[in-house]
């Protein structure tokens, strides 16, 4: 098997606080997650290319009325087109890239011209 671990950035983790001794359960994350609904929330990252192990870009959670903290995001952070789950329950994300700009889409080789 290829598993590469990938793990939420530590500073989103404590935005949406923990179960105590214990992970929190999808119900929980849920509704610190609609706590979060007031706050802007600001990515940027490099333009889509098709490079599968790397990725640079920054996540902004802000306030309403100023700025919030930046947090670097990379390769680590990023489940792929077509990743499977293993050894968790749920996730939220946010995609990046959808359609003709995955990474994995960028990879695929071109079809063959017909004569």
Known sequence: ?????????????????????????????IGKLAEMVNREIKIQCQPPNKFIYSFEGTMEI????????????????????????????????VIVYSGQETKIQMNLPKPPHKA
């Open 1 to 29: 098997t290829n598993l590469k671990l990938r793990q939420s950035h530590k500073d989103s983790v404590a935005l949406l606080g923990s179960g105590g001794d214990r992970p929190l359960v999808q119900g929980e994350a």
């Open 62 to 93: 802000g306030n309403a009325n100023k700025s919030g903290q930046v947090m670097a995001l990379e390769i680590k952070q990023t489940l792929l087109r077509g990743c499977k789950l293993r050894n968790t329950e749920w996730v939220l994300g």
